[in-house]
């Protein structure tokens, strides 16, 4: 059973950066004893990116590193060819292929997806997502399903794509393009997937999608 309006603002008045300090490069300091620090949205791209440095310090320049769905690539597959990426089509319950991203280059790249179609829950008619706004202390309720985003860094792309997934296809595309990001959005309106993308995406090089 969701939370009351009462407990979440309760838990707000808790929260945000605000009560949280960095006196050191490897130290963080809490002003409010009761807030904890959750990295679920940088997680994967974090690891994705240790395990990479991982793997190219032993000489490894053709890899591809995965933790659930986060990923990064570099140079080739083992037959020469160059890494195909797909992204899901945004459905709870199916998992087919609704575009492909074909890598043609050798330099590394990050490619992260959020969503809201495979972690929810159905209460007395209203569905739940697992990403919760933190301006609101809420699930995501707008048409936006996911968004992917291309970076060089993949903790940074990890982050991104939370954080736009959280705004909404709308504003999104306009952070998106006022900030160079390479994005491409996934959003459901009267039943239809409808495809939104920043203009970072729409001239990107070496990379193709299909």
């Excluded at 963080?28 to 620090?37: F, G």
């Excluded at 020469?80 to 790249?109: M, N």
Aim: charged residues 20%; contains cysteine; glycine residues 8%.
């Amino acid at each position: 059973m969701p939370p009351s309006e009462t407990d979440i603002q309760n838990v707000i008045k808790k929260i945000g950066l605000s009560y949280l300090t960095s006196p050191t490069q490897t130290s963080l300091l809490k002003k409010q004893p009761e807030l904890s620090v959750d990295l679920s949205s940088i997680a994967q791209g974090y690891s994705v990116s240790r395990i990479a440095k991982v793997v190219e310090k032993v000489g490894i320049t053709d890899y591809l590193v995965e933790i659930g769905g986060e990923m990064q690539t570099r140079g080739h597959k083992p037959d020469g060819s160059f890494w195909r990426i797909a992204i899901e089509r945004p459905l709870p319950g199916d998992r087919a292929v609704h575009k492909v991203i074909d890598i043609k280059q050798d330099d590394s790249i990050a490619i992260m997806t959020s969503g809201t179609y495979r972690h929810y829950f159905d209460e007395q008619g209203q569905r739940y997502s697992h990403v919760l706004d933190a301006r609101t202390g809420k699930p995501v309720t707008h048409s936006t399903l996911s968004v992917t985003v291309l970076h060089d860094d993949p903790t940074q792309a990890d982050a991104w794509s939370t954080a736009l997934l959280c705004l909404g296809e709308s504003d999104a595309i306009r952070v998106a393009n006022e900030h160079g990001v390479v994005a491409f959005i996934i959003a459901e309106e009267q039943g239809l997937l409808i495809e939104y993308s920043s203009k970072a995406w729409n001239t990107m090089k070496n990379i193709g999608v299909n």
